[in-house]
């Protein structure tokens, strides 16, 4: 059973058509990626599908339900989490703090009882401190978590950003470029730890990447972007075969 569908999306801004007909489909536990140039689309379509953009056609279904042009805070709650091409983090606040963020809008409990600190209030705060826990326990940010994200090598925050995704409680988890910036050693410990979150929490997983050895290592499905539209799809075995893609994207030495 696919986990996330869509079918013909289409953006356009002005005379550019940044998305063009494209279709995906994502299986409950599955990683695929999208790969291509600067300016394929590939973050546009994360953008259709996380809600920041308006689709001009096409149909976007998570798990059964069709999300397409719904509001960001909807598609989140429909169980879609995602990361940015560029880190977005509250560098006023803690490790721990960042996580908390995205668990407190789907805490449960009532504004009085969050006023007057009620036992539902002082439950829900206990609950709340140990699922940033087992959040950091599974990205191994434990020892970091009281240190203020700007003060972090870049991996790490890196780390943190998949965490706080993974607070809201995704059943799909979108990844934009993990590895932009990461040393050699840094991208074999992410490569891990996408495998372990696919493993372990059953997560279905849409990543885009630039560098090629976490796609083959990670992906049983690719579609290569260009210009817009889907030049390739397959496994990793027929993507490094296509010609075409070997022209466009991983070298022709010919």
């Given at each position: 059973?696919?986990?996330?569908?869509i079918?013909g999306?289409?953006k356009r801004f002005?005379?550019?058509?940044?998305v063009?007909?494209?279709?995906l489909?994502?299986?409950?536990?599955?990683i695929?990626?999208?790969?291509?140039?600067n300016?394929?689309?590939?973050?546009?379509?994360?953008n259709?599908i996380?809600?920041?953009?308006?689709?001009?056609?096409?149909?976007?279904t998570?798990?059964g339900?069709?999300?397409?042009?719904?509001?960001?805070?909807?598609?989140?709650?429909?169980g879609?989490?995602?990361?940015?091409?560029?880190?977005r983090?509250?560098?006023g606040l803690t490790v721990?703090?960042n996580?908390m963020?995205a668990?407190?809008?789907v805490t449960k409990?009532?504004?009085?009882?969050c006023?007057?600190?009620?036992p539902?209030?002082?439950?829900a705060e206990?609950?709340?401190?140990?699922?940033v826990?087992?959040?950091?326990?599974?990205?191994?940010?434990?020892?970091?978590k009281?240190?203020?994200?700007?003060?972090?090598p870049?991996?790490?925050?890196?780390?943190l950003?998949?965490?706080?995704?993974?607070a809201?409680?995704p059943?799909?988890?979108l990844l934009?470029?993990?590895?932009?910036?990461?040393?050699?050693?840094?991208?074999?410990e992410?490569?891990?730890?996408?495998?372990?979150?696919?493993?372990e929490?059953?997560?279905?997983?849409?990543?885009?990447?630039?560098?090629?050895?976490?796609?083959?290592?990670l992906?049983q499905?690719?579609?290569?972007?260009n210009?817009g539209?889907?030049?390739a799809s397959?496994?990793?075995?027929e993507?490094?075969?296509?010609?075409?893609?070997?022209k466009?994207?991983?070298?022709d030495e010919g």
């Amino acid at each position: 059973m696919n986990i996330l569908e869509i079918q013909g999306l289409h953006k356009r801004f002005g005379g550019v058509q940044a998305v063009a007909g494209f279709s995906l489909s994502l299986p409950e536990k599955g990683i695929i990626g999208i790969i291509g140039p600067n300016g394929a689309g590939k973050t546009t379509i994360f953008n259709l599908i996380s809600g920041i953009y308006k689709a001009d056609a096409g149909r976007i279904t998570l798990a059964g339900q069709d999300i397409t042009n719904h509001e960001q805070h909807q598609v989140a709650r429909a169980g879609l989490g995602r990361t940015f091409q560029n880190i977005r983090l509250f560098k006023g606040l803690t490790v721990a703090e960042n996580i908390m963020t995205a668990i407190d809008p789907v805490t449960k409990g009532s504004i009085f009882a969050c006023l007057l600190s009620l036992p539902g209030k002082i439950r829900a705060e206990r609950e709340t401190r140990a699922q940033v826990r087992e959040y950091l326990e599974l990205v191994g940010l434990v020892p970091y978590k009281d240190w203020r994200p700007e003060n972090l090598p870049y991996g790490i925050q890196r780390r943190l950003e998949i965490a706080r995704a993974l607070a809201t409680g995704p059943k799909v988890l979108l990844l934009d470029e993990p590895a932009a910036g990461l040393n050699p050693k840094e991208v074999a410990e992410l490569i891990a730890l996408i495998g372990k979150l696919n493993r372990e929490l059953g997560l279905a997983i849409l990543l885009i990447e630039h560098r090629m050895e976490v796609v083959m290592q990670l992906c049983q499905y690719i579609y290569v972007q260009n210009f817009g539209k889907t030049l390739a799809s397959g496994t990793p075995a027929e993507i490094q075969c296509n010609e075409e893609v070997i022209k466009a994207y991983l070298g022709d030495e010919g």
